[in-house]
C-alpha cells in the first residue's frame, strides 16, 4: 500500500486549524509548524483570519496548490461536509482526529461509513477517524496533537490508544531510543491495523515493530499479516483488555476454556510475535531488539554482588535462557590474570566481587566473551563506594566493538551515581535495566528460538 | 444444536478421527451381542445430547465386566433414556477441542481430560489449520506434558496418534460448519489414541 501520502506528504491543509488554548487544533499547528522543515502547511478555518499571526483559508478549495494530506479535526457532525471537500481536492491522504463515529454507536457508525463510501470511491488513503494521528520522526512529519515529538530512531510504534502514546513519546524524550514511527489508527476505518503492519514491515527505516491494542476487528487478517511479516522483523504485542468478562452459558468445555485472552495468546505465538505483559516491557524489548543483534541460547553473566547475579539466574531459568558453563581456558585465563579476587565464583555468573575495581571486569569480560559458546552477556553492576561505572561502561562499549555479534545488556542498578554511565551506555546502543528481571525479558526476545 | 450419537460418529468417521467400538443398543439382547462380538469391560453411558456432564447425573457406567453388572446397568439408564454400550478402554485421558472463534475464526484446543482441563486449564490452543509442527507444539507445551511422556515408570503415549488427531480436527474445524466439538475424553496408551466421547455444536 502506498502511504506516501501520509508519512511524507510535501503539503498539509489543517482544517479546524486554531490557536484557541485547551483545543486539539491547536496540537495540530503547533506540532505540524514546528516540524514543517520543508513542507508547506496551510490552516484551515471559516471562523478565523490568522491563526498564530498566519493567513488561513476558509475552505481547502481556496488553496490554489495540490494538497497531499489533509488532516481534519472538526466536530463529527460537518466531517462528512469536509472529507467531501477534500475528495474534490484530491487530497491523496486524509487523517480524522476528530471522534463521535463507530466508537459512540450506531449513529457514529453510520457516519463513519458514509465518510467511508467518500473516501473509497476518491481511493484516498484514510487514518482514523478517532485517533492521535501519525508521527513520522524520520521526515519530520508531527501530524498529530502529541504533547511533543519523538526522537528519530528504528522502533514503529502502532497503537489502539492514542493517549497511551502521548505518554509514550514524554517517556521517552530524554532516552536514547527512538521511533521511525508513532502512530494510533483509531477506528481503522479506511487504513486498517494489518495494512499498517504490512507497511511497517517494508519500511526501512523500521527495524522493530511494537503493538498496542485491546482487541481485533478481523483476527484472522491480522494472524496472516502478522505471520509474514515477523519472518523479517520482530515484532511485539502488548494486549489490553485481557480480563475475563462475564462467562456465556456454557455448551461445551473447548467454548468454556477457550477464553479470548488465551486465544488472543495462542495466535500471537504461532504468528511469532513476542507478547509482552507491560508497557515497561514492550519498551524494554523494542530497545534491546532495535539496538542488540540475536543470538543462540547460552549467555554469560558478569555481576559485582551476589544477590544481583542469583537473581538475574532465576529470571533467565524461569524464560529459559540457558547459562553456557565456563571451560577450563576461560577460568585459567581469569585465575592467571593475578587481578582477579581469589574468591571470585570460577562458574557463571562470573562474580568478581563486591570490590572490583574496572580491572577486574574488564578481565572478566574479555575472558567470557572469546569463549565460543557463550553468545551474549549480561553485565551487572551494583553501586559500592569503590565501583567505577563510567570506566566500567567504557570497557563494555569497547568489548561491544570487538564483538559485534554478540549481544550486551547491563545492569548498572542504581540511580544518581549511576546515570551517567547509564547514558554513556545507551548513547552507545547498550540497552540497559534497572533490575536484571527487566533485562532477562529483553535477553529472552535476543535468542532466536531455533 | 448438538449433534447425536449417530451423527457425531458419521462425521468423526467421515475425517478418520478414531471412535472407539460401540453401538446405540434397544435392548439387553443386543447388548450382550455386542459384548459377545467385543468382550468384556464395557461402558453404558445415555445418549443425552443436551448433557455437558453425563457423570453428574449418573448417566455412565464404567467397568462392567460381567453379565449381572450388565444387566443391572442396562435396567438402571434405560429407564433415562437411549443407552449406549462402549468397549472401556484404558490410557490417559485428554481433551481435545476445537471451535469457532469469533475474532480468528477456527481454532484447536489440546489439553489433559477431565478435571485437570477444567481446573487446571492445562490446555493448548492454535489457530487451524495446523501443520505437523504446530501439532507437536500443542501437546509438548501443556504442563501435564510430563504425564504423557511417562511419568513414574508408566509407558509413554503414543504421541504420533495424538498429533494425528489433532491434524484431523483442524482438518475437520477448517472445513465443516460446525460452532464447537469436544472430544471428551480422547484415550491415550503407549500403541492408540481413542475418542471415547464426542459433543459436536452446529
Redesign the interface.
Known sequence: MKLNSIFNPQTVAIIGATDRIGSVGRGLVKNLLDNGRSRKIYLINPNRNKVFGIKTFSEIQSVDKKIDLAVIAVPAKIVFKIVKQCCEKKVKGIIIISSGFAEIGTDGALLQSKVIGLTNRANIALVGPNCLGVLRPSTGLNASFAPLSPNNGAISLISQSGALLDSVIDASADKSYGFSTVLSYGNEAGITLPNFLDWAGKDKKTKVISLYFEGLKNGREFFNVAKEVSKTKPIIVLKGGKTKTAQKAVSSHTGSLAGAAEIYSAAFKQAGLIEVNSLQELLDVSKALVWQPKCKNGIGIITNGGGAGILATDYCHQLGIKLTKLDSITREKINKSKEMHPGWSKNNPIDVVGDALSNRYKIAIDALIKQKDVNGLMIIQTMQVMTEPIKNAKIIINAKKRYPNKPIVTVFMGGKLTNPSINLLEKNKIPNYSDPMRAAHAFKALINNN | MILSFDQSKKLLTKYKIPFVKGELVESKTAAFNFVKKYGYPVVLKIDLPNI?HKTDIGGVILDINNKEKLILSWDKLSKLGKVLIQKQIGGVGL?I???K?P???P?I?F?LGGIF??AL?D?????APINKK?AKEMISEIKGYKILKGYRGQEPVNLLKLEQILLLLSDLITKEKIQ???L?PVMADSKKAIIVDA?I?I
Open positions: 455437558l481433551i477441542g476445537a471451535k472463534d475474532i480468528f475464526g481454532i484446543m489439553g482441563a477444567e486449564k490446555v493448548s490452543f492454535r489457530l504446530e464447537e466439538i469436544d471428551n459433543k455444536l
